[in-house]
């Protein structure tokens, strides 16, 4: 029989988690919404938000570009957001609650004198996806809105940075050889700094082991794992019932949706650490230690990696209270359950004191 556990390893799934959503419920972009529609958002009468839509390929990559008061120009970050069918302010259909910390982060960061333009990527939000997705469709988009924010009059095109949020991470490691015009820095946030396989095996490691599984079973579990694994690579059909629990069968099945199949293959044979050896100018990794999807030695990882490869400005901030989203979370570390991770992230909790700051100070450096 197989055994239920509610797994949901979402730091860096292209997928939905065992809910079987798929990440591609996206609606299409307003086709009159094209130009910019400025209010003044929550976030205070010191902050200027704009609804805006950039063009790629025949479709409409929807964003919210945040700007303080006054004509600027000012730096400003585009801001990728991670896994599933996570929307321009960190939301996501598959989680509940309000205030993602994408827009608390952006009216923050403004308040400050930084600009961001956050977005819906592809299939999240009211950015609609190709009927097939690569991974050069999500960097078309990337490139697209690193091109709009170039040539924004308030925007000094001379400080533009990419921050990445967990895999929106991987996905600025992966666009930044590729970029003919380098961004003035890279800003990793929550960002593995190990083989998908093995941050997702980890993942699901805790799980098992925080429910009481025995070693023995833990193991035969992450063989099944790696074997699926290398299946969904070779273009093989998982052994999907050599799984003893239904919730990492769910898992695999959430990845071998035919539309995404070209990205899911790329991604999981994906490893940061030798992308982040290709980084070139300022680095800040910022990492949160209540962060129970990726851990403070990720963090560690991509900054050992980075000064191996003769980086001299890398800044590493390790956030006491941020948990994954970069949320303030005063519980004991021991006390977070990953198995119900993400459930107090739309909560009415703020971001974790130290993050804003950091951002700030680095990009103010620059």
Known sequence: MQRVLPFCAVAVLSLACSSGRSAFTGLPADAGA???????????????SEEVTVAVDGRSVAGTLTLPAGSGPFPALMLIAGSGPTNRDWLSPLLPGEFGSGRLLAEALAAQGVATMRYDKLGAGASAAPAV???QDYQDEQVAVLDYLRTEPRVDAARVVIAGHSEGGLHALRLFPHLEHKPAA??????????????????I????????????????????????????????????????????????????????????????GLDPRPLAAQLTGPVLVLQGEKDVQVRPDDATALTATLRQAGQTMV???????????????????????????????????????????????FVQSL
Do not use: C, M, N
């Open 34 to 48: 094209e130009g910019p529609d400025a209010h003044v958002p929550d976030g205070g009468a010191d902050v200027i």
């Open 133 to 135: 997705v690569s991974w």
């Open 205 to 268: 490691d805790d799980q098992l082991r925080l429910a009481g599984v025995s070693d023995t079973v833990r193991e035969h579990e992450l063989t099944a794992l790696h074997d699926a694994l290398a299946a969904v690579v070779a273009g093989r059909a998982p052994d999907l019932e050599a799984f003893a629990f239904a919730g990492v069968r769910a898992l695999v099945q959430s990845l071998l949706d035919a539309r995404a199949l070209p990205f899911v293959r790329e991604l999981i």
């Open 315 to 361: 800044t590493e901030l390790l956030s006491p209270l941020a948990d994954h989203v970069l949320k303030r979370e005063d519980r004991p570390f021991e006390t977070l359950d990953p198995a119900l991770v993400g459930a107090g992230y739309g909560a009415d909790r703020p971001l974790a004191p130290d993050v804003v700051p950091a951002i700030v100070a």
């Open 186 to 203: 890279v800003i990793l946030l929550a960002t593995a700094g190990e083989p998908f396989e093995a941050l997702i095996a980890r993942q």
